[in-house]
């Protein structure tokens, strides 16, 4: 397993358990890119998201609490999911008629969501903005706290001895012209079977992978901030024009995100910070007397149709879990079900849009993030 963010140690957990021998290999800390960065919404609906994916992140979504627990008795880390709903708020008429035909949709396919008039958003969430018209309520998303999901993660792998060699430098991927041999990296070559790239933003970058079967991933920046808020100032996932506000149980209040073309910058930039204020302010004038308490920015793996690649690629025994985007949180669970499942050789016929293969081969060789990228 090449990345130990979310999404390689959630397929490292899912095979080991399935009674794998699991090796995670990561360039940087575990955990510690777009895993440590994200929000943790889980919001295949208010996303707006459709087809094949969102029935995808749909069914991830319905894994969570089951996921949560097993991770939580395994290794001891409650890693808190709220499913307590996101309310999508509206400040002007076009928004209002938007958020009405969306609930009025969710609604007809039995998902529970309903639209609320000014009166009945402010008796939920007061600190609103007085010029709020409506908002949308999808009751069945919510958040999890990714840096704790990240923990849980770690520890649950470590109690089924899964190790994790964590700055390992970069390493590059061994194949002859059928298969893969294995990984190399400054520590040697360790041979493998199966080998899984699940190294987000430079999963593109994997140095050794035949033309065929490389994807092109691209890093999308994205900034964030957290206020220092008093508890239930805010009460549940707010998502409001140019900002999303997430409550968190230790008192932050996460404000994200930007959404940025920058390469692999990770830079705090005051436009970055200014954006993220101006919207968070908007929605919730209060928010201005409260501090700041922290800052920082992430890299997204983004792909040219906006979907994840999952799955075996043209060279055989090497799959890739990556190009995830906004929605690496909320895939973890089945994504790492789906992989797992494609090591295995089961076939998902529902899945067949995120094929590595469905990329044509020029695209493979046209896309270069450069060998110092590599993992």
Aim: proline share 6%.
């Amino acid at each position: 397993m090449i990345g130990a963010g979310l999404i390689g140690l959630g397929i490292a957990y899912e095979l080991a358990r399935r009674g794998a021998d699991v090796r995670v290999i990561d360039a940087r800390e575990p955990g510690g890119a777009a895993s440590w960065a994200g929000a943790g919404m889980l919001a295949p609906y208010t996303e707006s998201i459709a087809g094949p994916y969102e029935a995808f992140c749909a069914r991830s979504l319905a894994l969570y609490p089951a996921f949560v627990e097993e991770l939580r008795e395994r290794g001891g880390i409650d890693a808190r999911l709220r499913l307590d709903g996101i309310l999508e708020v509206a400040y002007d008429r076009g928004e209002v008629a938007r958020l009405r035909g969306r609930v009025e949709a969710l609604a007809a396919r039995g998902i529970a969501a309903r639209y609320l008039d000014r009166e009945a958003t402010l008796r939920l969430e007061p600190a609103l903005g007085g010029d709020i018209l409506g908002a949308a309520l999808c009751e069945a998303e919510g958040c999890v706290d990714n840096r704790r999901l990240g923990r849980a993660l770690r520890a649950a792998c470590a109690a089924l001895d899964v190790p994790i060699d964590a700055h390992a430098g970069d390493v590059a991927l061994e194949a002859d012209a059928r298969r893969v041999l294995g990984v190399r990296g400054p520590a040697g070559f360790v041979p493998a079977t199966h080998v899984v790239n699940a190294a987000g933003a430079w999963a593109g970058a994997l140095a050794g992978v035949p033309a065929s079967s490389r994807v092109p991933i691209v890093p999308v920046k994205g900034q964030m901030l957290a206020l220092a808020m008093p508890r239930a100032f805010v009460h549940r996932t707010l998502w409001a024009p140019g900002a999303y506000l997430v409550p968190r149980d230790d008192g932050r209040l996460l404000v994200g995100a930007t959404v940025e073309d920058a390469g692999f910058d990770v830079r705090v930039t005051a436009r970055g910070v200014r954006a993220l204020l101006d919207a968070a302010l908007r929605a919730l004038p209060a928010l201005g007397d409260l501090a700041v308490a922290e800052t920082w920015a992430g890299l997204r793996p983004g792909s040219p149709d906006g979907l994840p690649f999952l799955g075996e690629t043209a060279t055989s025994g090497y799959f890739v879990a990556a190009g995830h985007y906004r929605n690496g949180i909320l895939l973890t669970p089945a994504t790492a079900v789906a992989i797992a499942d494609a090591v295995e050789g089961k076939r998902d016929a529902s899945l067949a849009a995120f094929s590595p293969q469905r990329v044509p081969a020029g695209e493979h060789a046209a896309h270069d993030l450069g060998a110092k990228e590599a993992v």
